[in-house]
């Protein structure tokens, strides 16, 4: 007989550290883009300028925003990709220097702006309660300019069709 082979189970392999670390970067940057998209673009009430998220408030300012995070975006991704030739040398100090460089390049743009970068539109006044006045009755009732038609013999008043010039009054005073 042959001696038993034992049969061992290849044990499952463990999650780096690095590659946990990199997952739960990216979902707390999906839920920080979320939150960030959705208080930039919340809605204003209809035909009130000036409200609502920044946006609406400021879109120019927004877009500027927006374009140097996307360009941060795309520096970090060149920086940090496999292969690249400043990753190997110093990458931290390649980023700093770029972010800086783009912190300063978006607030000179932001000054330089053709027709200014902020809009000042004016929030609207809060509008005062709206006061109301009571509905006086009127003191003297409104009489008909002609004499009331006769009443027939069944005591009912009214006219038939004929010789009556009063109007009808379809709401007596209160």
Same mark, same amino acid.
Do not use: K, Y
């Given at each position: 007989?042959?001696?038993? @082979? ?8 463990? @999650?780096?550290? *690095?590659?946990i670390l990199k997952a739960a970067g990216v979902a707390a940057a999906i839920v920080l883009?979320? *939150? $960030? %998209?959705?208080?930039? %673009? ?13 946006? #609406? ?6 877009? $500027? ?7 941060? =975006?795309?520096? +970090? ?8 030739? &400043? @990753?190997?040398? @110093?990458?931290? *100090?390649? $980023? ?10 978006? &607030? =000179? $743009?932001?000054?330089?702006?053709? =027709?200014? %970068? %902020? ?6 006044? +809060?509008?005062?309660?709206?006061? /109301? ?5 009127? !003191? #003297?009732?409104? !009489?008909?300019?002609t004499t009331p038609a006769a009443t027939g013999a069944s005591g *009912?008043?009214?006219?038939?069709? /004929? =010789? ?6 379809? #709401?007596?005073?209160?």
């Open positions: 007989m042959s001696p038993s @082979r034992s049969r061992r189970q290849p044990l499952p392999s463990r @999650r780096h550290r *690095a590659d883009g979320t *939150a $960030l %998209l959705i208080w930039l %673009l919340r809605p204003g009430p209809a035909g009130v300028p000036a409200t609502g998220g920044v946006m #609406n408030r400021q879109p120019r300012a927004s877009w $500027l925003i927006l374009g140097a995070l996307m360009v941060g =975006g795309f520096v +970090a991704w060149f920086v940090l990709r496999r292969g690249s030739r &400043v @990753r190997r040398r @110093r990458a931290r *100090a390649v $980023l700093t220097i770029s972010f800086v460089v783009l912190i300063i390049c978006t &607030v =000179g $743009l932001g000054l330089l702006w053709p =027709g200014g %970068l %902020l809009r000042h539109d004016v929030a609207p006044a +809060a509008e005062p309660a709206p006061t /109301t006045t009571p509905t006086s009755t009127p !003191t #003297n009732p409104s !009489t008909p300019t *009912a008043t009214g006219s038939t069709g /004929t =010789g009556s010039t009063a109007p009808a009054q379809t #709401n007596p005073p209160r």
